[in-house]
């Protein structure tokens, strides 16, 4: 199956405690994205990367960091430095249009 | 910088016209995006539009574009209860440049 997979979709993270969200993907897309959402604030950007080994600081990048030493992969981590992490995260990937895996909510607890 | 406006709700009855409406203030906008969200899922992408379009119709989706007044609707025909959902107007420069959402537009259908 060709898509985006997001991994976990649930993640409950102590205070305190950096925790890193897994984004795959199989379409040969350059491009990937890390959104967060929050209710009634739409989906802001946190870092994108439009290649390998190389990526951009978005809206809201204070508090996480990224990597993208493969195409396919751009993980996510949370660090204890985001003072408000609970949200649902999604990531995206584009070749001509951006398209998105079905999300992680992280909790804080 | 960008800014992308929609209505927040919308209220049809099953098998009546929904019609969802965005703005945006970028004028170097080039595709125009929108995307459907189930509860507790990720974003579907319904259709997008280029910025030399007026209209793009597919199956029950038809996407209109006022690029003067800078204008996006959605117009879903035949509305039934699975359409009920969050719908995000986008807008990027360019397919692969990062996206700029609207806060969501709930439709809610009711039988």
């Known amino acids: 199956d060709g898509g985006i997979t997001q991994s976990p979709k649930y993640l409950f993270r102590k205070e305190g405690q950096n925790v890193t969200l897994s984004c795959e993907q199989n379409?040969?897309?350059?491009?990937m994205y890390w959104y967060r959402q929050d209710p009634g604030q739409g989906l802001r950007l946190i870092y994108y990367s439009q290649i390998v080994n190389d990526f951009q600081k978005g809206d809201i990048a204070e508090g996480y960091s990224v990597s993208r030493e493969k195409k396919e992969s751009f993980p996510l981590t949370v660090t204890s430095a985001q003072k408000n992490p609970t949200a649902f995260y999604l990531c995206?990937?584009?070749?001509?249009?951006?398209?998105f895996g079905e999300g992680s909510w992280l909790t804080v607890v | 910088g960008e800014d992308v406006e929609q209505s927040l709700f919308l209220s049809v009855r099953e098998g009546d016209s929904s019609v969802i409406n965005c703005t945006y203030t970028?004028?170097?906008?080039?595709?125009l995006y929108w995307y459907k969200q189930e509860p507790g899922a990720g974003l579907q992408l319904l259709t997008y539009?280029?910025?030399?379009?007026d209209m793009k119709q597919d199956q029950r989706l038809t996407v209109l574009l006022n690029k003067k007044d800078k204008h996006l609707s959605l117009r879903i025909a035949d509305t039934q209860t699975g359409d009920s959902a969050i719908y995000f107007c986008?807008?990027?420069?360019?397919?692969?440049?990062?996206?700029?959402f609207g806060k969501g537009t709930m439709l809610l259908v009711s039988p």
């Open positions: 995206g990937s584009a070749g001509n249009t951006i398209y």
């Open positions: 539009i280029f910025s030399n379009m």
């Open positions: 970028d004028s170097s906008s080039t595709y």
């Open positions: 986008a807008e990027s420069p360019s397919g692969y440049s990062t996206l700029t």
């Open positions: 379409l040969n897309h350059d491009a």
